[in-house]
Each structure stands twice: as C-alpha cells, then as structure tokens.
C-alpha cells in the first residue's frame, strides 16, 4: 500500500487523510438529501458499509486505498443517478411519520368536544342546527381521516413491496394528511364559534391548544412530505 502524509499533522500514515474519496462522496451525498434525520443517518450509514466493503475488496486485489474507494464510489453511481432514490426513501419515511402523527392528533378530539369534559361546556345548552351539523361533519371528516392514516401507515410499512403503492404512497399521503388539517381545524374554529356554549378564551384556548396547533404541525410535516415527493 502507498504510504501518504495526512494534511493536517504531517506525520506518514498508511491511510489518506480523513477527506478521502468516500468522505467527499458521502458528504455530497448528504447534502444533497433532506428528510427525517434518523433515516437519513441510516441510509448514510449503508452507503458508508457498501463502500468500505467495496474500497477494502479493491484494495484486496491490489490497488492503493484511494485508488480503491475511487472506484468504489464511482462503481456506486454518481450522485444524479443515486439521489433519487435515497429521496423516495426518505418521502416514504416522512409520509409514515405524517400519517402517524395525523393519527394521534385526530384520536384525542373526542376528548376536545366531549360535553362537560371543559369549563367553557359543562353548563347545559340547547343546541343549535348548524353546530349539530358541524358535529356530525366532523365525526364523519376525523373516522375518514383516521382510517386513511391507518391505511398510510400500513402502506409505507408492507405496502411498499407492490411498486403501484411505491409510486405514489409519499405524494397521496402528504396530500390526504394537508388537506384534512386544514378543513378539521376550520370545522373545530368555527364550531367554537357557534356553539351554543359561550365561545370564550377558554373555548378557542382548548380548541387552539388540541386542536389546531397539533393539526398545524401535521399539516407543516405533511407539506415537508409533498416537497420530498416531489423531489
């Protein structure tokens, strides 16, 4: 093996500096993904795996080690022709979280809109036909919700080994997560508006607290997921 000087120290080292041509790479591999940091580090990490394995093979057979990851990286792919599909891993990675998280903030809203479970709505009340009706929308809005971040979750799990759901499981997700937080978050405003029960700072506090704001999030995270996506 060729013995080079490392650029920082001076001293002869049987390796090249830490800068070698799999750090550059993977380090411009990195820069070019955005997503999930705990499955972006993973896909590093694989790729990191495959190339020392491929860079000490090389080296096995003969060549010196930069020569060795030199090829190794260049047998990997260049970075436009590999960046795609680390990006499909990290939309289906963010469109999991997404429907995860649409879940949880959907199952809590019985909670929210249970009568007497608040301040601001334990004094009995007649209720009127438009806050029944919004009642009932939401009811039908959130089971519709959760049973499509059941089926998202399932679909970026094991549905991933059918291409079809592969395809198109990140965009649909992002989309179906985006538009249900916009529209519970209207229907929730608005039936603390018109509820029969004064619609006080306590009444938009809770609604805004539970409803709203863990909405916003997942409407933020859903659009993070359309970018990756679309990507």
Known sequence: MTRQR??????????VSTRAPVDDYLAALSKSLAGPRRRKADLL???RDHLTDASEALEAAGLDRDSA?????????ALDE????????LAVSQSRRTAVLLFLALIIQPIV????????NREPSTSTALNDL??????????????GAVLAV?????????????????????????????VISAIGL????????????????????????????VGLQAARGLRLARA
Request: proline share 6%.
């Open 6 to 15: 490392t650029p920082h120290t001076g001293e002869v080292s049987s390796r």
């Open 45 to 47: 990490a694989e790729a």
């Open 69 to 77: 990851e030199r090829e190794a990286v260049a047998d990997f792919g």
């Open 82 to 89: 590999v960046v795609p599909g680390y990006r499909a891993e």
């Open 113 to 120: 809109w249970q009568e007497g479970a608040w301040s601001w």
């Open 134 to 147: 919004l009642q009932s929308l939401v009811r039908g809005v959130g089971g519709v919700a959760i049973a």
């Open 154 to 182: 399932i679909a970026t799990g094991i549905g991933l080994r059918y291409p079809l759901v592969r395809e198109h499981v990140s965009r649909v997700t992002a989309i179906f997560a985006l538009v249900n937080a916009f």
């Open 190 to 217: 608005v039936m603390a508006s018109t509820s029969p029960h004064p619609a006080d700072l306590p009444a938009f506090g809770i609604v805004g607290a539970f409803v709203v704001l863990p909405l916003l999030f």
